[in-house]
């Protein structure tokens, strides 16, 4: 998530990516490691705010500093504020790991900017819930290209006291007749794209629509399309959750996407808000720790991801951050009990309506080959001219 999270593939796809990426490159050759030695004494981390907590945001919220005492590990890390900005740090082989999201990490594994893992050498990867294993955003041919550390849905929020009736469906949003013109929100990075696509791919079968991040010209044209129009209907576009709560309770906003996080604080500033997962479904992110192909300190990397996916320290990082956890004996951690519940970790059915941020490819990512999908690049160049 831009902002504090991040994030990728399709619920329920269970294999990894082609080995042909953009412009038809195959994935750099680069070994995995064979055998954890002494830590480094250091890691150099970059992540998304909230990830690596060491007591000096609040002194209760600490899983570094008991990390570097066990390992003899310092952890140094880099709080990135947009994916564009991680790929960018992990080409200068200045970082050992980094807390890639889904429409990253593709871009950083065809570039050879991070390398295979050995999931037999981090022992908490057994307790990660399968349905975020070996999946398209984190895996290739596959091959384990990192370490799942949690995940969530993009959610439609509303005010209660304003929208009426209640959404059900993402049409709230798309209408050109809403009445709630200029007081619509929407997540501000090129992979909104997605959930323009994945409307379409509901609504319109017949574009041919399969997965939204795997889109031809056509149907590229026909996602742009309607995001032009909608921008007619948005007062501002979002990347700051911290901004969308006071959006939202402001009534700036009354309408638009959403992180359960949000939600769950905006309702804690006594926002009159709910959030739902609308009926075609929706685009997500599960956010993977990947170590760099330039490692200078691959032990202590190999150490750090195997912490910050064991039990107590990613119920920490779930429950600070606001997501579902990605070790599954972490539910067992959580201060709030229902911590889980409320973020579906356990729900595969739940999970299994999200299609979660992957990074789009020239050779889509959907399987087919007589087509040339629309690259990032091209989705980036695409959102710049949709926001005007």
Same mark, same amino acid.
């Given at each position: 998530?831009?902002?504090?999270?991040?994030?990728?593939?399709?619920?329920?796809? =269970? !294999?990894?990516?082609?080995?042909?990426?953009?412009? !038809?490159?195959?994935?750099?050759?680069?070994?995995?490691?064979?055998?954890?030695? $002494?830590?480094?004494?250091?890691?150099?981390?970059?992540?998304?705010?909230?990830? /690596?907590?060491?007591?000096?945001?609040?002194? +209760?919220?600490?899983?570094?500093?008991?990390?570097?005492?066990?390992?003899?590990?310092?952890?140094?890390?880099?709080?990135?504020?947009?994916?564009?900005?991680?790929?960018?740090?992990?080409?200068?082989?200045?970082?050992?790991?980094?807390?890639?999201?889904?429409?990253?990490?593709?871009?950083?594994?065809?570039?050879? =900017?991070?390398?295979?893992?050995?999931?037999?050498?981090?022992?908490?990867?057994?307790?990660?819930?399968?349905?975020? +294993?070996?999946?398209? %955003?984190?895996?290739?041919?596959?091959?384990?290209? !990192?370490?799942?550390?949690?995940?969530?849905?993009?959610?439609?929020?509303?005010?209660?006291?304003? /929208?009426?009736?209640?959404?059900?469906?993402?049409?709230?949003?798309?209408?050109?007749?809403?009445?709630?013109?200029?007081?619509?929100?929407?997540? &501000?990075?090129?992979?909104?794209?997605? =959930?323009?696509?994945?409307?379409?791919?509901?609504?319109?079968?017949?574009?041919?629509?399969?997965?939204?991040?795997?889109?031809?010209?056509?149907?590229?044209?026909?996602?742009?399309?309607?995001?032009?129009?909608?921008? +007619?209907?948005?007062?501002?576009?979002?990347?700051?959750?911290?901004?969308?709560?006071? $959006?939202?309770?402001?009534?700036?906003?009354?309408?638009?996407?959403?992180?359960?996080?949000?939600?769950?604080?905006?309702?804690?500033?006594?926002?009159?808000?709910?959030?739902?997962?609308?009926?075609?479904? $929706?685009?997500?992110?599960?956010?993977? %720790?990947?170590?760099?192909?330039?490692?200078?300190?691959?032990?202590?990397?190999?150490? #750090?991801?195997?912490?910050?996916?064991?039990?107590?320290?990613?119920?920490?990082?779930?429950? #600070?951050?606001?997501?579902?956890?990605?070790?599954?004996?972490?539910?067992?951690?959580?201060?709030?009990?229902?911590?889980? $519940?409320?973020?579906?970790?356990?729900?595969?059915?739940?999970? &299994?309506?999200?299609?979660? %941020?992957?990074?789009?490819?020239?050779?889509?990512?959907?399987?087919?080959?007589? /087509?040339?999908?629309?690259?990032?690049?091209?989705?980036?160049?695409? %959102?710049?001219?949709?926001?005007?």
């Amino acid at each position: 998530m831009a902002g504090v999270l991040a994030l990728a593939g399709c619920g329920g796809d =269970d !294999g990894g990516g082609s080995g042909d990426g953009p412009g !038809g490159m195959s994935v750099p050759k680069i070994d995995k490691l064979v055998a954890i030695g $002494a830590g480094e004494g250091t890691v150099n981390v970059i992540a998304w705010a909230g990830y /690596v907590e060491d007591g000096s945001t609040d002194p +209760k919220v600490d899983w570094v500093t008991g990390f570097e005492k066990e390992t003899g590990c310092q952890v140094n890390t880099k709080v990135a504020g947009t994916s564009d900005e991680m790929v960018a740090l992990m080409k200068t082989g200045e970082y050992d790991v980094v807390s890639a999201s889904g429409d990253a990490s593709l871009r950083l594994i065809y570039g050879g =900017d991070v390398a295979p893992v050995n999931t037999d050498l981090i022992a908490n990867y057994k307790d990660v819930f399968e349905g975020l +294993k070996n999946k398209q %955003w984190n895996s290739v041919d596959g091959a384990a290209y !990192g370490v799942p550390h949690g995940r969530g849905a993009n959610l439609l929020m509303y005010r209660t006291d304003t /929208v009426k009736p209640a959404p059900t469906s993402w049409s709230a949003v798309f209408d050109p007749a809403s009445p709630y013109q200029g007081k619509i929100t929407a997540y &501000d990075s090129p992979i909104y794209i997605a =959930d323009a696509a994945l409307y379409l791919m509901k609504t319109k079968p017949d574009l041919g629509i399969k997965n939204p991040y795997a889109l031809d010209d056509a149907q590229f044209k026909a996602a742009t399309d309607l995001l032009t129009e909608q921008n +007619k209907l948005i007062g501002e576009y979002w990347s700051d959750y911290t901004k969308e709560v006071q $959006a939202f309770k402001s009534g700036d906003s009354v309408l638009g996407t959403t992180w359960q996080v949000i939600a769950n604080l905006a309702k804690a500033d006594k926002a009159p808000v709910e959030a739902v997962l609308p009926s075609e479904g $929706a685009t997500g992110w599960s956010d993977t %720790w990947m170590v760099s192909a330039k490692a200078k300190h691959p032990n202590c990397g190999y150490l #750090w991801m195997n912490h910050i996916i064991s039990p107590k320290a990613n119920a920490g990082v779930a429950e #600070w951050f606001g997501e579902a956890p990605a070790n599954k004996l972490s539910c067992a951690q959580t201060a709030d009990r229902n911590h889980c $519940a409320t973020f579906h970790a356990e729900d595969e059915a739940y999970f &299994d309506q999200i299609w979660y %941020w992957t990074t789009p490819l020239a050779q889509c990512v959907d399987g087919r080959t007589d /087509v040339t999908c629309k690259d990032y690049a091209a989705w980036t160049q695409a %959102w710049t001219t949709i926001k005007g």
